[in-house]
């Protein structure tokens, strides 16, 4: 049960966001960018942006973003999809890129202690072929979910159980990207 009264049934964030639309509005509009649009100069996909997203909300144990994000990467992903779960639960075994897999390094770092984020992880990022953009982008993406996931916890938006509200919800991102929904 959430810890304010939000008056409504929608679950994670988006509860929030029919809350207080005025702050949920640049909060989306950075999701899209984040893991829409990125930076000119970066090479992540956005099954890879989304993935991302799921592996910071995995060490962060926010079940809701964790959950949707990994649908969504999954959506993203198409018939390579088993790749996000083998990525959540191990991603030094997972069948990734190098690239993605020192990106994921950067974006624990963040997630733990920014301060962390050394010369030494950049330069084993850039080796693997990661641009400055994808660089930027990650670290971004590692902040930004820990702010949301925060935000979702702090609150104690609903997390639904059911796998297949993840699986919709995967669909709906992957497809629409980070709308603002409609008022209940």
Known sequence: ??????????????????????????LYELAQALLRAGSPDSTLSDAER?????????????AFCMNSHAAASRYL????????????????????SPR???LLTIAERVTADARTVSDEVVAAARAEGATDGDIHDTVLI??????YNRYVDGLATLTPE???AYTAMGERMGTLGYALPKSN
Do not use: W
């Open 1 to 26: 049960m959430p810890h304010i009264q939000l008056n409504n049934d929608a679950p994670g964030i988006r509860s929030l966001v029919l809350f207080r639309p005025d702050t949920g509005k640049p």
């Open 50 to 62: 989304e993935l991302i997203a799921a592996y910071i909300s995995s060490l962060n144990c926010t």
């Open 77 to 96: 992903f198409g018939e390579q999809a088993t790749v996000v779960d083998q990525t959540l639960r191990n991603p030094e075994t997972a069948p990734i």
């Open 100 to 102: 993605l897999r020192a």
């Open 142 to 147: 590692a902040a930004s979910f820990s702010m």
């Open 162 to 164: 059911d796998p297949a």
